[in-house]
């Protein structure tokens, strides 16, 4: 099967720096995706890893360790705005598998 | 502009009934998804399509049905045979190259049951 791990939920201070991170086990992987999901609204695209490393997108940074199974969002200097949901998905074969969500709150 | 719509925005269903979610997209995107998202939830995927006149089952395909007639269009039929049908749900579409393509989402159709 697939599983993917997110913490359920986290808050975080405007303008600190906040690290959501995703574990996964799929029987393969093309790719991890990072999405952020404000209450009642679809989910919009932050960022995509294939390659070990660190991809950077102003505010908002992506890390992958394909060995470990594991991935980071890294966000830097948070805004209220931020209060969302973010979601890391897996691709595999065809589909993407996402994790329940992490939903940060940020507090003034 | 290009871009993924659904309606209705909310769709109400009686006991017994079968309804179909539309969606739309005109991005020349041969790959469509449907997602049934519960409250708390991560998405889960239902039926997908990588080309016309062929989709897949999802993780959850039990009391819904699909079609795929013309690239532009994936509607989403929710049958009497979907117990508890209550969710948001989420079309989208990527590319189909085989790597990972970014997926698009609508806006999405909240279903209750009446």
């Known amino acids: 099967g697939q599983n993917i791990d997110q913490p359920t939920e986290m808050t975080a201070t405007e303008g600190a720096i906040v690290q959501i991170n995703c574990t996964y086990q799929t029987s393969g992987f093309n790719g991890l995706f990072w999405y952020q999901q404000h209450a009642g609204e679809a989910p919009t695209f932050l960022s995509y890893?294939?390659?070990?490393g660190l991809e950077e997108k102003g505010r908002f940074s992506s890390f992958l360790s394909r060995s470990k199974g594991y991935s980071y969002l890294l966000l830097k200097e948070l805004q209220m705005k931020d209060s969302a949901s973010y979601l890391c998905a897996v691709y595999n074969f065809n589909k993407f598998y996402f994790g329940s969500g992490t939903k940060l709150n940020v507090k003034p | 502009d290009g871009g993924i719509t659904q309606s209705p925005k909310y769709l109400f269903r009686k006991e017994g009934q079968n309804v179909t979610l539309s969606c739309e997209q005109n991005?020349?995107?041969?790959?469509m998804y449907w997602y049934r998202q519960d409250p708390g939830q991560g998405l889960r995927l239902i039926y997908y399509s990588q080309i016309v006149n062929d989709f897949q089952k999802g993780d959850i395909a039990e009391g819904y049905s699909v079609s795929r007639e013309k690239k532009e269009s994936f509607p989403l039929t929710v049958t009497s045979a979907q117990k508890n049908p209550t969710a948001f749900y989420l079309c989208?579409?990527?590319?189909?190259?085989?790597?990972?393509?970014?997926?698009?989402f609508g806006p999405g159709t909240r279903l209750l049951v009446l």
């Open positions: 991005l020349n995107h041969d790959a």
């Open positions: 989208a579409s990527s590319l189909a190259t085989g790597v990972g393509e970014t997926q698009y």
């Open positions: 890893n294939v390659l070990d």
